[in-house]
């Protein structure tokens, strides 16, 4: 994702989604003449940047917590840029009116995120798990919160919204984990709004349950690896 952007090392650019921080401290390495503004809805995880990622050698980077829907900024910027966090936001042209406000004249976006069809099947499983007797009192009238677009989307967004579509792609991706503690460990750290449903006690074994599930529907192969089909979204823009 870093290398599409082409960066000169003198850009502006706005991290949406920042997360903790390490992928926009390397963005901040390389535009060691232009600056970094990182934004997350998540304060946990602004505070754990700041307290990992500035310093006295990092004048050019700032993190702030705002939800990407409500971006409201005194800079302008370069580039938008965000990776693997606009399929937690429910309105993806409220984003985007708030990148184009932020952005200069001709500048540039690039997203990738969850597209149409991502984790298909393990999302079925993990369904599949939560209804079982053991778990289901735990998620009645529980409702998962991803919206995994189109192209066709963005590209009736885009325009709407003042921007000229250079590329909106759905990339098929086969992801793998080193058995079951392997995949359970992407679990934990990516599924957290079904694990949070639960008493800390009990996310370990619901894991296991939705682990044990999974790979008897999609084995393990013969190098020990379990494989879920992911689907991104890649979407490249120039404001108009």
């Not at 971006?71 to 399929?87: E, G, P």
């Not at 939705?210 to 529907?217: E, G, L, M, P």
Request: hydrophobic residues 35%; aromatic residues 10%.
């Amino acid at each position: 994702m870093i290398s599409k952007l082409n960066l000169q090392g003198n850009e502006s650019l706005l991290d949406i989604g920042c997360g903790d921080g390490k992928i926009t401290a390397a963005l901040a390495k390389i535009l060691k003449y232009g600056f970094v503004y990182g934004i997350d809805a998540n304060l946990e995880m602004i505070n754990f940047a700041k307290k990992n990622y500035i310093n006295h050698e990092s004048k050019n980077l700032t993190f702030e917590q705002m939800n990407a829907r409500e971006i409201k900024l005194d800079q302008t910027f370069d580039v938008a840029f965000s990776n693997a966090v606009l399929h937690w936001v429910d309105d993806h042209v409220a984003v985007l009116k708030g990148v184009h406000a932020h952005l200069k004249p001709q500048g540039k976006i690039l997203f990738q995120m969850g597209g149409k069809g991502n984790v298909g099947e393990l999302r079925t499983v993990i369904e599949q798990t939560t209804q079982e007797t053991e778990w289901q009192t735990y998620f009645k009238d529980f409702s998962d919160s991803k919206y995994f677009y189109d192209p066709e989307d963005y590209l009736k967004w885009l325009p709407e919204t003042g921007f000229t579509p250079l590329r909106v792609d759905l990339i098929k991706k086969d992801m793998q984990h080193q058995g079951k503690e392997g995949l359970k460990g992407w679990l934990r750290t990516t599924w957290f709004t079904y694990t949070h449903q639960l008493r800390e006690e009990l996310r370990e074994p619901f894991l296991d349950a939705v682990v044990n599930n999974y790979t008897q529907k999609v084995p393990i192969d013969e190098q020990g690896k379990t494989h879920v089909g992911m689907v991104r979204l890649e979407v490249e823009a120039v404001k108009i």
